[in-house]
């Protein structure tokens, strides 16, 4: 890879970066425990995604996401 375009990848990843909030994920484990995890992402869909590849008991049971905010507020 050549220098400029190391720079032009990293100037896209911050762009991409820069578009992202702060999510927070909750589910509801098997002993009905309530669990948060907190991920930037560019949507809620992405959040639950990221939440299913990091959480185990997430991606063998999906539906147990009861909530996903973004903690993100526009402030203008």
């Avoid at 050549?2 to 970066?17: K, V």
């Avoid at 909030?21 to 098997?30: A, G, I, L, N, Q």
């Avoid at 590849?53 to 147990?64: D, M, R, T």
């Avoid at 009861?66 to 507020?73: A, F, L, S």
């Amino acid at each position: 890879m050549w220098p400029d375009q190391a720079e032009a990848l990293g100037e896209s990843t911050f762009g991409s970066m820069k578009s992202h909030k702060r999510y927070t994920v909750r589910h509801r484990e098997s002993s009905s425990r309530r669990v948060e995890s907190c991920y930037y992402a560019g949507d809620a869909y992405e959040a639950r995604i990221l939440a299913m590849e990091v959480v185990p008991f997430i991606k063998a049971h999906p539906h147990s996401i009861e909530e996903i905010r973004c903690e993100d507020t526009e402030q203008g």
